[in-house]
């Protein structure tokens, strides 16, 4: 898979094929990433090794259901407050409200609009994690222009490759959080690509050569054993 650029991540878990090449194509389409499983524990595996921004769930799921699968994701911390919603044959006001009481944000028959279906998604998307749609991160006096591909550090123009913007990037938009090495080479260089977890080292060294000179704060944790973070108490 090449990288994503940072788009932000759905994961689709629909055991419908031709609904579900349909509905990827025309996300991806509106520059979503999107991921694909047909089984309801497939799904779920998925969304506790790498939970997306966004999941969207088929009620009716081999393997585990998407109810099911909602009271899971409601019931870890890693993913309590993740954007479900729900895609359903299933009409009835009290199979709606049932989905919707489990913890689904927002519920969609069958047959539905796609572009409505889009709407949907970049509603919860701006309202849960504002900072995957915005045009610009800043913290502190760094700021990163996602629209110019461009990076300042007060005045200064930090001139970045295209991986190191993305890396920063991905630290930026979540301050505090840290990322396994296996978890950035995922989300900067793609899943698919076979690269050696030490190449993060490398260009997390880049980084930090590039965004900090003589005495300036340096922004990105390491944690011993387990990876990188942006500080999240730099600039306060």
């Known amino acids: 898979m090449a990288p994503n650029g940072n788009k932000p991540r759905i994961l689709l878990v629909e055991d419908e094929d031709a609904l579900a090449t349909l509905v990827s194509y025309n996300l ?15 799904g779920d595996l998925r969304l506790i090794e790498n939970p997306p921004d966004l999941v969207i769930l088929d009620w009716m799921l081999p393997g585990v259901s998407g109810i099911e699968i909602c009271r899971r994701l409601r019931a870890r911390d890693e993913t309590k407050t993740l954007p479900v919603i729900m895609l359903t044959a299933r009409g009835q006001e009290d199979e709606r409200i049932r989905g919707l009481s489990t913890g689904a944000d927002d519920y969609i028959v069958k047959p539905f609009s796609v572009p409505e279906l889009v709407a949907r998604i970049r509603a919860l998307l701006r309202r849960a994690s504002p900072e995957r749609v915005a045009d610009q991160l800043v913290a502190g006096d760094i ?61 997390v060294g880049r980084l930090r050569k590039e965004l900090s000179f003589g005495r300036e704060k340096d922004p990105i944790r390491t944690v011993r054993g387990a990876g990188y973070g942006f500080d999240d108490t730099f600039g306060k």
């Open 28 to 42: 991806e389409a509106e520059g979503f990433e999107v991921e694909h499983a047909a089984r309801g524990d497939e």
């Open 143 to 203: 700021v990163l222009d996602r629209t110019s591909k461009r990076v300042h550090r007060g005045a200064r123009e930090i001139n970045l490759g295209p991986t190191e913007f993305r890396l920063l990037e991905q630290l930026m938009e979540k301050p505090g959080r840290v990322y396994t090495r296996g978890q950035l080479l995922d989300a900067v260089w793609g899943m698919s690509v076979e690269i050696d977890e030490r190449t993060v080292d490398v260009h």
